[in-house]
Each structure stands twice: as structure tokens, then as C-alpha cells.
Nanobody, 122 residues
Framework: QVQLVESGGGLVQAGGSLRLSCAASGQTFSTYTMAWFRQAPGKEREFVAVISRSDDFTYYADSVKARFTISRDNAKNTVYLQMNSLKSEDTAVYYC???????????????WGQGTQVTVSS
């Protein structure tokens, strides 16, 4: 079992940057694909980015491509989401998730964090 705890959210002006972190418990972090999702008020949870177990493959939603970067440090059991050039439409609760496949569907991920709020003011 994996427990995930996100941090790094907050309030930022449009055009600014934030770096989210997701710390995982357990000794099997390196065997999991890790992903970030987000959910804005009144909207469904949507895929943001995914990184493979061995850090050799990443994939992004079109809406964040070239602005966000997902990375991981298996020695620290942590996955990151660097968010640059933030826009008001990036405002949401951001969740990290762990699963066994590199997919974009939320239902395929077994473990979820509690979420961290990101608010971008225009």
C-alpha cells in the first residue's frame, strides 16, 4: 500500500510559478507510475501529467504542455510538478496518484493523495 501527501500549493499571480511535491510512503515507490490530476470547482477531475516508473517517459495534457514539468526522485520517494506561466484556468485542487500503468484515466490509479489547492489570480 502507498500513502501519498501533496504539498506546495498556494496563491500565485498569473504568469507565476509553483512547484508541487508528492511524498510517498513505503519502499515500493519506484515500482509505481506516478501522475498528477486536478479538479476545478464544478468540473470533473482531469489528467495533467504522468511519469513512468523509471523516469524514461512523460506525457502531458495539451493544456499544460510546455508549461508544466513532471519529475521524480525515487531515492526520496517523491514526485514533483513544476508549474510555470500559470493561468487563472489552472486554478484547481491538484492530486498525485500512483498506479501500475502509464495511462491518463483516473480510475486506473490505485492510490491518491488528499490534494493541494492551487489558486492563480488574474
Amino acid at each position: 500500500q502507498v500513502q501519498l501527501v501533496e504539498s506546495g500549493g498556494g496563491l500565485v499571480q498569473a504568469g507565476g510559478s509553483l512547484r508541487l511535491s508528492c511524498a510517498a510512503s513505503g519502499q515500493t515507490f519506484s515500482t509505481y507510475t506516478m501522475a498528477w490530476f486536478r479538479q476545478a470547482p464544478g468540473k470533473e477531475r482531469e489528467f495533467v501529467a504522468v511519469i513512468s516508473r523509471s523516469d524514461d517517459f512523460t506525457y502531458y495534457a495539451d493544456s499544460v504542455k510546455a508549461r508544466f514539468t513532471i519529475s521524480r526522485d525515487n531515492a526520496k520517494n517523491t514526485v514533483y510538478l513544476q508549474m510555470n506561466s500559470l493561468k487563472s484556468e489552472d486554478t484547481a485542487v491538484y492530486y498525485c496518484a500512483a498506479g501500475k500503468r502509464v495511462v491518463v484515466t483516473a480510475t486506473s490509479y490505485n492510490y491518491w493523495g488528499q490534494g493541494t489547492q492551487v489558486t492563480v489570480s488574474s
